[in-house]
């Protein structure tokens, strides 16, 4: 059985790492990332944010696309290396990433059709980069859980 404080460390863990993976995978693609955020907006529901610039032009699109498409295999990827049980998981992660998705498509939207990858190619392509980064996302997770926000990152 999951206890309350468990549930509690896997919702601020999973959101951690779905924020830290946005500034980590934006600064791979060459963009900034100024402030990455994360606060506690019930007793039982935390919310974040990143902020991320990216060059306006197709490869910028391109990386912020993969920047945003980063959170929720960073989740995932998480509650499995924790053995976290999927009937355990303190929330939908699929769903965690609707509003990225959505800004995804808008990204490649902007991409000229004959350079347009495909929304597929890039949720792959984001998952490996997940995984190649994902000591640099553990290390600002975990200044993110101990300072709830991180100014201009850089690593």
Request: hydrophobic share 45%.
């Amino acid at each position: 059985m999951t206890t309350a404080a468990q549930q509690a460390v896997y919702a601020i863990e999973t959101l951690a790492h779905h924020e830290a993976a946005h500034a980590v995978i934006a600064l791979v693609g060459g963009g900034t990332a100024p402030k990455v955020r994360i606060w506690q907006a019930s007793p039982t529901r935390w919310r974040g944010w990143t902020d991320m610039t990216f060059n306006e032009t197709p490869e910028g699109d391109e990386a912020a696309a993969l920047a945003l498409l980063a959170g929720v295999p960073a989740e995932r990827f998480w509650l499995e290396a924790h053995n976290v049980p999927r009937s355990r998981w303190p929330h939908d992660v699929e769903g965690s990433g609707a509003r990225d998705r959505q800004l995804v498509h808008e990204c490649l939207a902007r991409i000229p059709r004959d350079q347009r990858p495909t929304f597929q190619a890039m949720q792959s392509k984001a998952e490996r980069l997940v995984i190649t980064h994902w000591d640099r996302i553990t290390d600002l997770a975990a200044r993110l859980v101990a300072d709830q926000c991180v100014h201009h990152v850089t690593r």
